[in-house]
């Protein structure tokens, strides 16, 4: 945590849900001069509302603690920066990470720039990550809690915009917040964690993506090459799947099939009875784009551990090839990580930056 210095203005974006909520309240009793920014986005029609009611709530925990409220409307920005891209991304047979690009866009792209604009220090989240200050750097680590670690998603952030964020609760577990909430007598303290996309919540990803993107059937071939199913359309599908595809001569005995390749142009999805990264579409050896590193370059030949999906292990690896902002790498085991997947890099909790995978 940043140290405290007299009266810094923060704006603290408010979802109306726990973990904010008590992020506001420990900014206020610590002395800061604190705002509540309850940040507005796009919903599509078929979804159903749910914004008013957080803004409603946001609003109460704004009124409870005395502070000033507003609301910011970035529904343009998550538009073109999450939900479109997000579309994009699948159109082209990618998989891509909506919650990325939420935090680079949204929380501290729109919400970050406009804070700044009118007058605030900082801008503060209820994410579970922990910002430390070393020189001139601004260190990036896991949270406390390493079920509800959110550095995963945090990797595109610049030393820039460290320097003007707080993560008041990154260094506690999540039962604590639960706690504080209910001893600052916030009416959000018994509310429901949020699941699902960023500000759009739980989604059923085929369904959302058929008002986008038109269906059209396939076939399902394992990996001898032999047609065993049909599908509804090859970008609709992410590698490692097990549903969602129809299966021909389909028994009670029969092991699942797992999705091991794509092949978007030809409208065909590989399976096997094998998990993913035993098949023999697993590969060592990846190419990463859009790069970022938060305060140190990578060193190549220098082993690292990467994540490469939220809540998933640490695998190890070594970057061999730095070019601009693309970087070859290599696993120490085979695994199969589909294009568009972010994958992010560790050395022991300090999170170092990621990159997007090409192929």
Not at 79 to 89: P, R, S
């Amino acid at each position: 945590m940043k140290a405290q210095k007299a009266k810094k203005r923060v704006f603290v974006g408010i979802s109306g849900g726990v973990d904010s909520s008590v992020v506001l309240a420990l900014l206020k009793k610590r002395g800061y001069d604190v705002v509540g920014v309850f940040i507005k986005t796009w919903q599509p029609d078929f979804i159903e509302c749910t914004w008013r009611d957080d803004r409603r709530d946001a609003m109460r925990v704004c009124a409870v603690l005395n502070v000033p409220f507003y609301t910011l409307d970035l529904t343009q920005e998550y538009k073109e920066g999450v939900a479109h891209y997000m579309i994009e991304e699948y159109a082209r047979g990618r998989t891509p990470n909506p919650d990325v690009m939420c935090n680079r866009e949204v929380k501290f792209g729109g919400f970050l720039k406009f804070a700044l604009a009118n007058g605030a220090d900082y801008v503060a989240t209820g994410h579970y990550a922990i910002v430390k200050q070393k020189g001139e750097k601004y260190i990036l680590s896991r949270g406390k809690d390493t079920g509800k670690d959110q550095s995963y998603f945090l990797w595109t952030l610049t030393n820039n915009e460290l320097s003007k964020v707080l993560f008041p609760i990154g260094d506690k577990k999540k039962s604590t917040v639960r706690a504080l909430a209910k001893k600052f007598n916030l009416p959000t303290a018994l509310k429901k964690d949020s699941q699902g996309v960023c500000f759009l919540g739980p989604l059923d990803m085929k369904e959302f993506l058929t008002h986008y993107l038109p269906e059209k059937e396939g076939v399902v071939v394992n990996d001898q090459n032999e047609v065993v199913g049909k599908h509804t359309g090859a970008h609709l599908y992410t590698l490692g799947e097990r549903h969602g595809f129809t299966i021909i001569k389909n028994s009670p005995t029969m092991e699942p099939y797992y999705i091991v390749a794509k092949d978007i142009d030809k409208n065909i999805l590989t399976v096997s009875h094998k998990k993913p990264e035993q098949s023999i579409f697993a590969k060592k050896e990846y190419l990463l784009e859009k790069t970022n590193w938060i305060h140190t370059f990578p060193i190549p030949t220098k082993k690292y551990r990467a994540q490469i999906r939220y809540h998933g292990e640490l695998y190890e690896c070594v970057i061999t090839k730095v070019v601009a902002d693309t970087v070859s790498i290599v696993f120490k085991q085979a695994l199969v990580v589909a294009p568009g997947q972010s994958v992010v890099f560790y050395n022991g909790t300090t999170c170092l930056g990621g990159g997007v995978v090409v192929s």
